[in-house]
């Protein structure tokens, strides 16, 4: 395989992101979902990509969402959507972006970020089962196992609670993901 870039999404790769997505997921709800995000107040700009032979092949984003903790609504990082194009899927490149995405986090102040998804994936980053943590998941339909969060190194006052997403996932009914995930 010709050298993967690991970087940061450029107002430029946005139609091959969303081309990539569609690929990943389906052309209709969750390309939809990247759209809104972008233009909610819950986007932050953390969205990268993965390049192959000039070509973009895989992207992630982290939005906000928050934890309901006692103290107060704690800000928190979501990971997702995370799409790999199919023809270059189970090459390692959803790991290597995903360990790049975390990487980039660096100096940020949220304590942790969630994910809703396949734990045999997202342990390898260390992502852990969210109710083992403390923490509830932001559905009763988001199967326990799926429910994961990573604390991130560094950062002072550990917080637990039900993780809260924010209206975008409810008004595309993705906040378990895509039915057929
Ligand atoms: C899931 C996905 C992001 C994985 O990306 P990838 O680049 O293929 O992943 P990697 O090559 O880094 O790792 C693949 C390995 O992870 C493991 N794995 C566990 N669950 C997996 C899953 N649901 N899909 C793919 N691999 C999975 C396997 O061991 C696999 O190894 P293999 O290639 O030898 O079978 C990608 O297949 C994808 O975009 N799928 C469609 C969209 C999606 O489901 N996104 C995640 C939503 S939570």
Redesign the pocket.
């Known amino acids: 395989m010709s050298e993967l870039v690991l970087r940061a999404e450029s107002a430029a790769d946005r139609e091959a992101v969303r081309a990539v997505v569609a690929a ?2 389906g052309a209709d709800e969750v390309p939809a979902l990247l759209d809104d995000l972008r233009t909610s107040s819950v986007w932050l700009d953390l969205s990268f990509v993965a390049e192959l032979e000039g070509e973009v092949v ?1 992207h992630v984003a982290l939005t906000r969402a928050w934890v309901d903790a006692p103290a107060g609504a704690a800000e928190v990082l979501f990971l ?5 194009r199919p023809d270059r ?7 290597a972006l995903v360990s790049q995405a975390i990487e980039a986090l660096a100096g940020r102040d949220e304590p942790l970020v969630f994910v809703v ?2 734990p ?2 997202y342990s390898r980053f260390g992502f852990v089962q969210g109710d083992l943590l403390g923490f509830r998941p932001p559905s009763a339909r988001v199967p326990a196992p799926t429910f994961q969060a990573r604390p991130l190194p560094g950062r002072p006052g550990f917080v637990t609670g039900a993780l809260v997403l924010p209206d975008v996932w409810w008004r595309h009914d993705l906040v378990a ?1 895509p039915a057929d ?1």
């Open positions: 990943s997921f895989a997702g959507p995370l799409s790999v899927a189970h090459a390692g490149i959803g790991t998804g396949d045999g994936y993901g995930a």
